[in-house]
């Protein structure tokens, strides 16, 4: 049973002709519907502020603005003395922090994607006096054609945001969704422009919008969002929850607001559109999201497994079947998948991996882009490792530190790249007990969901 709004939330929603159909996901929003709609078309923010002159200012501003790439804002009303309700569209899709969480990093071509029409955005935002403040991983909505769409401005909306902090924010949240420098198995020659290291330099020096978007073309030609298929994001769903479903039934072709029937509810003027009119441009076509394919720029770095090698684990004969030792487990998990990849064998991916799962589909993909050539001289190096929260018989999360050797990667034409040892890094690892023993599920960063 969905969950449903507090009285004074579903009164204001009844005043502006919608019906409440449950939680957005995140804290004070809420899904409604026009009473002849079976799918949600709007969200209405609650905002912890009263409903003044200069925050219903700022709506309307919002509200004038109509970009493709940003929520529109709808409508004000008063829930109570301290609190006000903004209606705004439902956008659907799925949170980018769902998406990373459901499959590996993003290649830079999809960061190009998802940066330069969000830059456009925070540029329309600020030549219009404006700020978005919340510019996240969960506040951006990948369409299921693959495009961004920022949503949820409340700081802006309340007026505690600054123009100047929503570029650095954007830079930081693609670059959350990106692999570890050291994690690109086929980053290819030094000399080869790579964007992380541009999105880096531009954050920590400063920059404008419009020398991001110049910056990323310079870098990376853009390529489609590609979203994880339905089976992924259910399982990425069950340890933290998508923002937002996905995908749904039913158009989502925007209609006129009902009029209110009290006196308190005040709708937004709306700027009559330059070209094709709005509801074609905003029309949604719900499709079945493609099948994912994982980065291959995951590789070694993001998925290194480790456990310090102990007397007391090299003195078990088979670790992965000691179900008391998950930290032992993955000590050996990490010296055999340094050999799976190294053999440049996908059949031998199941020997570390659950089949199915996050890190056996990332690792399947690496060795294919390999070639069948493998990674030529590939070792791993365990630092330390421990047993994070409490493990149960069946899972259990490690906290591991490794590092990788140098390796080479030989091309289909004979051509040989050399990659460079790596620096230590800590990666959350979870694995599952399967009949065949411990096997890794996902890794994840420290503090993320696994």
Sequence with gaps: MPDMPPIDVDRALTALGLLATGGTGTAGGWLARRPEDESPAFELLVLMAAADERLVDRVHRFAELQHPHLGQVRAVTPIDPGRTGVLVDHVVGV?????????????????????????????????????????????VVVQPDGRPVLVAPRPG???????????????????????EEDGALLAGPASVPRLRPVLDELLAGGCSADEVVARCFATA?????RLPDAAALAGASLVAGMRRPFPVSGG???????RSSGGTTRTTRRRPPAAAPRSARRRVVV?????????????????VLAHPATREVSATPEPLLDRSDPAGAAAELTRR???????????????????????????????????????EGLSARVDSASVTG?????????????????????????RRTTAAAAAPRTVLLHLRWTAAGWRVWSVSQPGAAP
Excluded at 252 to 258: N, Y
Excluded at 287 to 303: C, N
Excluded at 391 to 414: C, F, L, N, R
């Design 337 to 375: 998948r340094a050999d799976v990849l190294r053999s440049g064998s996908a059949d031998r991916v199941a020997d570390v991996a659950v089949t199915g799962g996050p890190a056996a589909r990332a690792d399947a993909d690496v060795i294919a882009s390999l070639g069948g050539g493998g990674a």
């Design 252 to 258: 989502t072709e925007r209609r006129p607001l009902p």
């Design 390 to 414: 409490t493990p149960t018989q069946d899972e259990a999360d490690v906290s591991v530190s490794s590092a990788t050797s140098g390796y080479v990667v030989v091309g289909t034409d004979g």
């Design 95 to 139: 949170s980018l922090g769902a998406v990373r969480r459901a499959r590996a990093p993003m290649t830079d071509g999809e960061c190009v994607t998802l940066l330069v029409p969000l830059c456009q955005v925070l540029s329309a935002l600020g030549a219009a006096g404006l700020a978005h403040g919340a510019v996240e991983a969960d506040n």
């Design 157 to 179: 909306l309340v007026g505690t945001a600054l123009p100047e902090d929503d570029l650095s924010r954007l830079l930081s949240t693609v670059v959350g969704v990106m692999p």
């Design 221 to 225: 030609e853009p390529e489609a969002v």
């Design 287 to 303: 499709s079945v999201a493609a099948s994912v394919l994982l980065v291959a720029a995951v590789g070694i770095g993001r998925h």
